[in-house]
């Protein structure tokens, strides 16, 4: 899989989680991005990382009941729906990029959705 | 932006006559610039019925205020405590903040100083016109960058009536030019107009005002 | 009239058949009252019997309210002539329109003239809503979709319910083109359109600058449309010398060349004289490759209309 995947993490949640991982080779070729809250992470900011040569973007926020910014979360999901869209517009592949929300203790859940948003990008390029 | 004119003089005063507290509200936003209800405009108006109210010997607090836009709720936070101590708001916006005015403080009179007239550019200093019909279906890339819905009298897509007459309309031949003597013009200068041959099909006007009170929702803005 | 379609015409009206046969066709218009007068009708008629192929029945002409168009032109038929029912976009939205055509062709009536229509401005009821839900050339799509697709605009076939068959109105689809209008350059384009959206006939605005005809009608040629677009020339006679005045200075668009004026001028009895050069335009008309035919815009002057035709060798009409 060419081009890594840029974690935009929550330094509440995601960032933390991906901490505990360590040298787990499931971060081979993941670049974490820190930001104070996933509502921080904007489209247009997810569609130029893809624009660089990314093969994708993974945002990790809070659970939307667990937010510290309260909505946080749940706008950053709306705005990966709309870099979904515009990637499908574009016919480059919707999967590109992806929200999971992952409290900062549950690095199982984050090594799996790594693991599978990997696999997702390495299936797409094959078809590419 | 949004045009507007004022109303009559005489139909303003009809209006808030039964007001003895009366904040004229501007806006500065379309209405500054087309010179219809900016602060300039409020204190016009505001000096000309203080003026009237004098002759007639009438005694009414006006009070004068102007703010960025009456379409959004923040900005009217400046002017709460002006607008409670009115007893009616003449409202110098277009139609868009005159209503949304209103909205904003339920159960105050709030009322239209302006008409509202089209959503048109400044063609030259104190000129403006209409280029907008807010129809809902851009399709002034077929026509050369041109709109034959507002720009032609009777919104025809596929070329001139037999109206069209040095390049002006007969509707009004000293104010409006033909729609289509500016499209065929625009099109024969970019080199397209063999496309004007193409039978345009009839137009879905359900996207614009025929289709009822328009809304738009952004879903990735709401909450 | 017959509701079934005869063999190789589209709607076989008289004016159809006339055309297709190849017979130099005669057309005039009836404006209908501004009132609910039946009997203004049938006078009017009267004067036309005999003389015309078809009458143009104007549907509220200058955007000033007269009777309908249909109702006129239902009364007309009674009378023994065949109308061309004409439609605006002004007044009617398309299920308006569509609806109209229906009704018309249930009553017998088989030519239909699209036009846009004079703006509101011009007529009695200037503070009205125009609708304009579509322009002349695709109110002339709409016509032929409904007679040679059998279809709605929506799409919808029509027939009156999924098991009945099939009853489309079958109509003879007019419309009208002004030779010296502006842009000049987009004119014969425009009745190219015309064309490709399907009309049968067209007739022209009246006509005085036969030299600017003549180049029109070269560049229609250019274009093959007189081959699939039957063209009938409009003239208007000249009543007096102050009509002819008034034509050439109030009227937009309208080039009268100066010969109309002085032969006016120079005669004693000008409507007789005006009666005689519409008869010899009419003439040289009939010579003009591509001319199908004439409509006699004779306003408000009816009457002589029988006159003009016979004087133009145009009588008795083709029996067809």
């Known amino acids: 899989m060419k081009g890594g995947i840029v974690a935009l993490c929550c330094e509440n949640s995601g960032w933390k989680a991906l901490a505990s991982l360590g040298d787990d080779p499931v971060l081979d070729g993941v670049e974490a991005v820190r930001l104070p809250c996933s509502g921080k992470a904007e489209t247009g900011m997810m569609l130029k990382i893809l624009e660089k040569g990314a093969a994708g973007v993974l945002v990790l926020g809070c659970p939307k009941d667990d937010c510290t910014f309260l909505r946080g979360s749940a706008r950053a999901q709306k705005r990966v729906a709309v870099a979904r869209a515009a990637l499908k517009d574009a016919g480059v592949g919707e999967e590109r990029v992806r929200m999971e929300f992952i409290s900062s203790v549950d690095t199982p859940r984050l090594a799996e959705a790594i693991r599978a948003m990997k696999a997702a990008l390495e299936a797409h390029e094959g078809k590419a | 932006m949004i045009t507007a004119v004022r109303k009559p003089f005489d139909e303003i005063r009809d209006l808030v006559k039964g007001y003895d507290r009366l ?83 339920a159960g105050k009179a709030v009322l239209p100083a302006l008409n509202t007239k089209f959503y048109g550019t400044t063609e030259g200093p104190g000129v403006w016109s209409a280029r907008c019909s807010g129809c809902g279906t851009c399709v002034i890339a077929d026509f050369g960058g041109i709109c034959p819905v507002t720009r032609c009298s009777k919104s025809l897509l596929n070329g001139p009536c037999g109206g069209s007459s040095k390049g002006k309309c007969e509707v009004d031949p000293a104010n409006i030019e033909c729609g289509w003597q500016l499209i065929h013009d625009r099109m024969k200068l970019l080199g397209r107009l063999a496309d004007l041959e193409a039978v345009q099909p009839l137009k879905d006007w359900s996207t614009g005002r025929d289709g009822g009170p328009g809304r738009i929702v952004k879903e990735d803005a709401t909450l | 009239m017959s509701d079934t379609q005869p063999q190789g015409f589209k709607a076989g009206s008289n004016l159809e058949k006339v055309l297709a046969a190849g017979h130099f066709a005669v057309t005039a218009e009836l404006g209908p009252p501004k009132s609910a007068d039946a009997e203004a009708i049938s006078v009017k008629a009267k004067f036309l019997k005999g003389a015309v192929d078809a ?64 703006h509101q401005k011009f007529g009695n009821h200037p503070t009205a809503k125009n609708v304009y839900d579509m322009d002349s050339i695709q109110l002339i799509a709409l016509l032929k979709k409904m007679r040679d697709e059998k279809k709605f605009a929506c799409g919808d076939e029509i027939r009156s319910s999924k098991k009945a068959p099939l009853k489309e109105p079958r109509i003879f689809i007019g419309g009208a083109e002004n030779p010296f209008g502006d842009p000049l350059e987009f004119r014969a384009a425009r009745l190219g359109k015309k064309a490709a959206a399907g009309v049968d006939f067209i007739q022209t605005q009246c006509i005085y600058d036969m030299e600017r005809f003549e180049e029109w009608m070269r560049q229609v040629r ?59 335009q009419i003439e040289r008309l009939r010579g003009i490759e591509g001319v199908a035919g004439v409509h006699l815009m004779a306003i408000e002057w009816e009457d002589r209309v029988p006159e003009i035709v016979k004087g133009a060798g145009l009588l008795p009409r083709p029996v067809v």
């Not at chain 3, 249909?70 to 009617?92: H, N």
């Not at chain 3, 699939?228 to 050439?248: D, E, W």
Request: with cysteine.
């Open chain 3, 222 to 280: 250019n274009r093959g449309l007189h081959e699939r677009v039957k063209i009938l020339a409009g003239v208007t006679p000249l009543k007096s010398l102050g009509m002819a005045k008034h034509m050439r200075d109030n009227v937009a668009g309208l080039s009268v060349p100066d010969y109309w004026i002085d032969r006016l001028a120079k005669a004693e009895d000008k409507a007789a004289e005006g009666i005689k050069m519409c008869v010899e």
């Open chain 2, 23 to 105: 904040l004229i509200l501007g806006c500065g936003t379309c209405v500054t610039v087309c010179m219809a209800g900016g602060e300039k405009e409020v204190g016009i108006l505001a000096s000309t019925l203080r003026l009237a109210d004098q002759k007639d010997g009438r005694s009414r607090e006006i009070t004068e205020a102007t703010i960025e836009r009456q379409c959004d709720r923040e900005f009217f936070d400046a002017v709460k405590e002006k607008m409670a101590a009115a007893d009616a708001v003449l409202s110098m916006a277009c139609g868009v903040g005159a209503q949304f005015c209103g909205e904003v403080f």
């Open chain 3, 55 to 118: 009458a143009n029945i104007t549907d509220n002409q200058t955007a000033i309210v007269r009777v309908s168009s249909i109702a006129a032109g239902y009364l007309a038929l009674q009378q023994g002539i065949e109308p061309v029912i004409q439609i605006t976009c002004r007044d009617r939205n398309r299920i308006a329109i569509q609806s109209d055509v229906l009704g018309a062709y249930t009553l017998g009536l088989r030519n239909i003239l699209c036009l846009s229509g004079d």
